[in-house]
């Protein structure tokens, strides 16, 4: 079946750590998004991707860092800059076109401990 | 900038009762908007979009929703609730930005159904 994958699902970092979610689809799909949901704020954009090697800042794109090298393929990650990395992570993509909606992931739950 | 408003954080609705989910959006040029819905620790799923055309856009589930370009809102309704339509629901606009597609969604609006 075709979709999104994110791993892990849960994860646990120490104060100081980086850590990298990842994110698979198989969908053949253009573009690659990543968001932040935290309660009562809805979801905010970090980055996103158009093509491979390409990629743009999003409304919080501080204490993150991305990189496309493979059309499936859209990994995130919290550097120890990102002051408050505690939330759900949503990976999305769709195919290029303004009318295609986007295809979620399951999400990566991020907690600091 | 382009920005989506869901002024109500939860909506409480009887079993049987219809419903509204309100939803206005700020963009220049013309607007695709969208609702999704997120059922707990999970991604969203997609219910209807509206891109042009017919300013009631009918989506899965038996959700429905009316474009009103005047009052540059877009809300979702449904005419009879179910206890299982009890989720988180998300309004989103895509407009160019920068030269890029981008996509905003609201803070989202928690419906409760009430058996």
């Known amino acids: 079946d075709g979709g999104i994958t994110q791993s892990p699902k849960y994860l646990f970092r120490k104060e100081g750590q980086n850590v990298t979610l990842s994110c698979e689809q198989n969908l053949n799909h253009d573009a690659m998004y990543w968001y932040r949901q935290d309660p009562g704020q809805g979801l905010r954009l970090i980055y996103y991707?158009?093509?491979?090697?390409?990629?743009q800042k999003g409304d919080i794109a501080e204490g993150y860092s991305v990189s496309r090298e493979k059309k499936e393929s859209f990994p995130l990650t919290v550097t120890s800059a990102q002051k408050n990395p505690t939330a759900f992570y949503l990976c999305?993509?769709?195919?290029?076109?303004?009318?295609?909606?986007?295809?979620f992931g399951a999400g990566s739950r991020l907690t600091v401990l | 900038a382009q920005s989506v408003a869901q002024p109500e954080d939860q909506v409480n609705v009887a079993e049987g009762n219809p419903l509204t989910v309100k939803c206005t959006y700020s963009?220049?040029?013309?607007?695709?908007l969208f609702w999704y819905v997120q059922y707990p620790n999970r991604g969203l799923q997609f219910l209807l979009k509206y891109i042009t055309g017919d300013n009631l856009v009918k989506g899965s589930y038996g959700f429905e929703a009316e474009f009103n370009k005047s009052q540059t809102s877009f809300h979702l309704k449904k005419p009879s609730a179910l206890v299982s339509d009890s989720a988180l629901y998300f309004c989103a606009v895509r407009a160019y930005s920068g030269g890029y597609q981008k996509v905003t969604f609201g803070t989202g609006t928690k419906l409760q159904v009430i058996p």
């Open positions: 991707s158009q093509i491979v090697n390409d990629f």
């Open positions: 963009v220049s040029g013309n607007p695709y």
């Open positions: 999305a993509s769709r195919i290029q076109g303004a009318a295609n909606v986007l295809t």
